[in-house]
């Protein structure tokens, strides 16, 4: 069996775009339209596409009749082109986005670590270390651009490594920004930022500052400045200076960076967030060298050899920077650590080749107990977890996690190899139970989509829609309808004293809260959507 296994992972070695491809479809395939979307971006983001490919919103996006600033065009190009060259539907092309999305931050990782000069042994450890990660593989099947956002960001910095490494820089200068703006353009300024901040702080450590002054950097530079320039004309000329200058830069960017209007957490929450979205491979650390890494003795040593730093250097710096950088912002979102997953994913592996045979067996053995204890809660208090509709497959996902860590248990002394395509294989099998069944168990305690077709059926039947305080846009998607929202409570009671027939959503807290409530209003339905319940209210 040990042969056969070793056999195996050579095959996927010599072919590792095949290995990713079959390692992404082996995880998504089965769950490209089983369930409805959730709260909150992922209907959101539907609406906003919606309005891009059936009302022309293309360059500043729309969401529930409203332009929409938050988020720049180009992911909702890519589902565009999905919608129109497969025969991918709504919403199948969301979930086929998220998919496709997570496959290229596979390629683009493993660009990077061969880019580095890293063997093909590192460099597919580190696609099957990302392909275990439990965070990144339920993304696979969440609809965002985060995936694509940070995919871009690490191809730009594989690309500013190599013209940072040769004599001759070459295109790749250009290259690099060209992602970099390409990745502004799919989620934000953080897009450009990350590189930047990476390859300032490498030259800075190596003393070759003037690298980031040649004729090439510049062209480079110029360029990415051209291709946002080309999208600010564009939404100049769609919404007016005003709103480039008040909503997307100063709310959008400034307010959300310095003293953020919601998301608002400590400057330590990365550091409880991100070891609990690496897991299982945040339990390496107890098999790494961690005293020594931190020592006197190495940091000087490391300063002494700083001008011949490579690529560990340049991934120490891409994580660390990144890091302290994004525990900086005033808003902090579990989501934009995937930029790290890359460096991580490379630098555990890197580390597996140098690892001894003791602290190998000590980290599979982690790992395994891991799968087992998450097994064991799932199977002995899964129905106690606080969600208020009942869910199916809690146990045969208990039970998958516990032959996944009996599986790990088996290989700990069989190499780490072997151990890391178990590991692949016991989170994918888990996925098919989470994906199959429980998830879509979860819709009405996730999704807005029933009280949303609710809604829409009643605008169907002449009733004014209306809605009070709640996350915009979240019911337009399934309603098939524009809502009017407002958050002032007499511009509310005047609505609703205005119209004979009135369709209003509003958060039961809201509704309790609610002084002098006009007459004729009934309650029609009441949901419980991520923990927050919303009222569906009619009049008439």
């Known amino acids: 069996m040990k042969k056969t296994?070793?056999?195996?992972?050579?095959?996927?070695?010599?072919?590792?775009?095949?290995?990713?491809?079959?390692?992404?479809?082996?995880?998504?395939?089965?769950?490209?339209?089983?369930?409805?979307?959730?709260?909150?971006?992922?209907?959101?983001?539907?609406?906003?596409?919606?309005?891009?490919?059936?009302?022309?919103?293309?360059?500043?996006?729309?969401l529930n009749g409203q332009a929409y600033p938050d988020k720049p065009p180009v992911y909702f190009w890519f589902l565009w082109l999905l919608d129109t060259l497969t025969p991918a539907?709504?919403?199948?092309?969301?979930?086929?986005?998220?998919?496709?999305?997570?496959?290229?931050?596979?390629?683009?990782?493993?660009?990077?670590?061969?880019?580095?000069?890293?063997?093909?042994?590192?460099?597919?450890?580190?696609?099957?270390?990302?392909?275990?990660?439990?965070?990144?593989?339920?993304?696979?099947?969440y609809s965002r651009m985060d995936l694509m956002f940070a995919?871009?960001?690490v191809l730009s910095h594989a690309c500013l490594f190599r013209a940072f490494s040769e004599e001759n820089q070459g295109r790749w200068p250009l290259w690099g920004f060209l992602l970099a703006g390409l990745a502004t353009l799919v989620k934000g300024p953080l897009g450009f930022l990350f590189p930047l901040l990476t390859s300032t702080v490498y030259l800075i450590w190596k003393g070759e500052v003037k690298k980031f002054l040649t004729r090439p950097m510049g062209k480079g530079l110029l360029a990415m400045l051209l291709m946002l320039a080309a999208w600010v004309g564009g939404v100049i000329l769609s919404q007016g200076p005003d709103f480039l200058l008040n909503t997307v830069l100063g709310h959008q960017i400034l307010e959300r960076a310095t003293h953020t209007f919601h998301h608002m957490e400590p400057f330590y929450y990365y550091?409880?967030?991100?070891?609990?979205?690496?897991?299982?491979?945040?339990l390496f650390l107890f098999a790494a060298p961690v005293k020594r890494a931190f020592s006197l003795e190495n940091w000087g040593a490391l300063w002494a050899s700083r001008r011949e730093a490579g690529p560990r250097t340049f991934l120490w710096i891409m994580f660390g920077a990144t890091l302290i950088f994004l525990s900086s912002l005033s808003g902090k979102v579990l989501i934009y650590i995937l930029p790290m997953f890359p460096p991580m994913a490379i630098l555990t592996g890197d580390a597996m080749t140098r690892q001894n045979e003791d602290d190998s067996v000590r980290f599979w053995t982690l790992a395994a107990g891991l799968l087992g204890l998450l097994g064991a809660g799932l199977l002995l208090g899964g129905d106690l977890l606080p969600f208020p509709v009942p869910m199916r497959g809690m146990g045969i996902a208990a039970i998958t996690l516990l032959g996944g860590a009996a599986l790990l248990y088996a290989v700990r002394k069989a190499g780490n190899r072997i151990a890391l395509l178990s590991t692949v294989l016991a989170v994918t099998v888990w996925l098919y139970p989470v994906g199959l069944m429980v998830a879509p168990s979860l819709d009405n305690a996730m999704s807005p989509k029933r009280q949303g077709e609710m809604i829409g059926a009643l605008v169907d039947e002449g009733y004014t829609p209306l809605a009070f305080k709640i996350y915009s846009g979240i019911f337009t998607y399934y309603a098939d309808h524009e809502i009017?929202?407002?958050?002032?409570?007499?511009?509310?009671?005047?609505?609703?004293?205005?119209?004979?027939?009135?369709?209003?959503?509003i958060r039961e807290k809201h509704w309790k809260n609610w002084k002098d409530r006009p007459e004729g209003l009934r309650i029609l339905d009441r949901q419980d959507i991520a923990g927050m319940i919303y009222l569906v209210v009619i009049k008439g």
């Not at 390692?23 to 983001?45: C, H, I, K, M, P």
């Not at 609406?47 to 293309?58: I, K, Q, V």
């Not at 596979?106 to 093909?120: E, I």
């Open 5 to 62: 296994a070793l056999r195996i992972w050579y095959v996927l070695e010599d072919h590792p775009w095949m290995t990713m491809i079959l390692g992404v479809l082996a995880q998504t395939w089965f769950t490209l339209n089983n369930r409805a979307l959730w709260f909150s971006d992922e209907v959101r983001y539907a609406d906003a596409y919606r309005n891009l490919a059936e009302h022309g919103h293309w360059i500043v996006l729309a």
């Open 89 to 141: 539907d709504q919403p199948t092309v969301f979930f086929l986005g998220a998919a496709l999305s997570g496959l290229f931050l596979l390629a683009s990782a493993y660009a990077l670590a061969r880019t580095l000069g890293f063997d093909r042994q590192v460099s597919l450890s580190a696609v099957l270390i990302l392909l275990s990660t439990f965070f990144l593989a339920g993304l696979f099947h």
């Open 151 to 153: 995919a871009l960001i």
């Open 271 to 282: 550091l409880i967030a991100l070891p609990l979205a690496w897991l299982p491979w945040t």
């Open 484 to 505: 009017e929202e407002t958050g002032d409570w007499d511009e509310l009671t005047s609505l609703v004293d205005g119209g004979e027939r009135v369709v209003l959503s």
